[in-house]
């Protein structure tokens, strides 16, 4: 792996608390991930500021953001950014999206409407992007369902994931980079 390369390439992953972002970044990475998790506390639990009621078995929140390196070669390496989930943070996502090449929208079926606040901001921010339904063994959606429930365009791909697993998200990214090669082509 080189130390340097000739261009660094911004990539953000968003998405609604304990979507699997955290678990994104550490299954993909090629370097040991910086990662700013800290264990949630009772307390915060208690005043309403860590709801785990849809996610049970979650003990820890990403409190700035994770960060992981893919090297594409020889002159193109990936920055991987994963961004907290819990909207107490979500100050943080402008100074993530800065410079940003794209965006993963990564989505826990179970829950599409944590969904949407990630998209919005990446529309508004015209930041390009795709979805990847991380699963979770919830229930089934069609396609269309996803789409309609998110009111994403037809040219946004949708794919879905396991992040857990390394080849599952390479897989993500390289739909992401090749969505934006795309529109690239057709902005020129």
């Given at each position: 792996m080189?130390?340097t390369a000739?261009n660094?390439?911004?990539?953000?992953?968003v998405?609604g608390?304990g979507?699997?972002?955290t678990?994104m970044?550490?299954?993909?990475?090629e370097?040991?991930?910086?990662?700013?998790?800290?264990?949630?506390?009772?307390?915060g639990?208690?005043a309403?500021v860590?709801?785990?009621?849809?996610v049970?078995?979650?003990?820890?929140t990403?409190?700035?953001?994770?960060?992981?390196r893919?090297t594409?070669d020889?002159?193109n390496?990936?920055?991987?950014?994963?961004?907290?989930?819990?909207?107490?943070?979500?100050?943080l996502?402008?100074?993530?999206f800065?410079g940003?090449?794209?965006?993963v929208?990564?989505?826990?079926?179970?829950?599409?409407?944590?969904?949407?606040?990630?998209i919005?901001?990446?529309?508004?921010?015209?930041?390009?992007?795709?979805?990847?339904c991380?699963?979770?063994?919830?229930?089934v959606?069609?396609?269309?369902?996803?789409?309609e429930?998110l009111d994403?365009?037809?040219?946004?791909?949708?794919?879905e994931?396991?992040?857990?697993?390394?080849?599952?998200s390479?897989?993500?990214?390289?739909?992401l980079?090749?969505h934006?090669?795309?529109?690239?082509?057709?902005?020129?």
């Amino acid at each position: 792996m080189r130390s340097t390369a000739d261009n660094g390439l911004k990539i953000v992953i968003v998405g609604g608390f304990g979507a699997g972002k955290t678990t994104m970044v550490r299954s993909v990475s090629e370097i040991r991930p910086l990662n700013t998790e800290e264990t949630m506390t009772r307390a915060g639990e208690a005043a309403g500021v860590d709801d785990t009621a849809s996610v049970h078995t979650k003990t820890a929140t990403t409190v700035a953001f994770d960060f992981g390196r893919i090297t594409v070669d020889e002159r193109n390496v990936l920055y991987l950014f994963g961004a907290p989930g819990q909207e107490r943070f979500w100050f943080l996502w402008d100074r993530l999206f800065s410079g940003t090449l794209g965006a993963v929208v990564l989505v826990d079926t179970r829950r599409l409407s944590d969904s949407w606040y990630a998209i919005d901001r990446l529309e508004r921010h015209g930041t390009p992007f795709i979805v990847a339904c991380n699963d979770f063994g919830g229930p089934v959606h069609t396609e269309g369902q996803i789409r309609e429930a998110l009111d994403l365009p037809p040219d946004v791909p949708l794919v879905e994931c396991d992040a857990r697993d390394r080849s599952s998200s390479k897989y993500v990214l390289i739909t992401l980079l090749e969505h934006l090669q795309s529109l690239s082509r057709k902005a020129t």
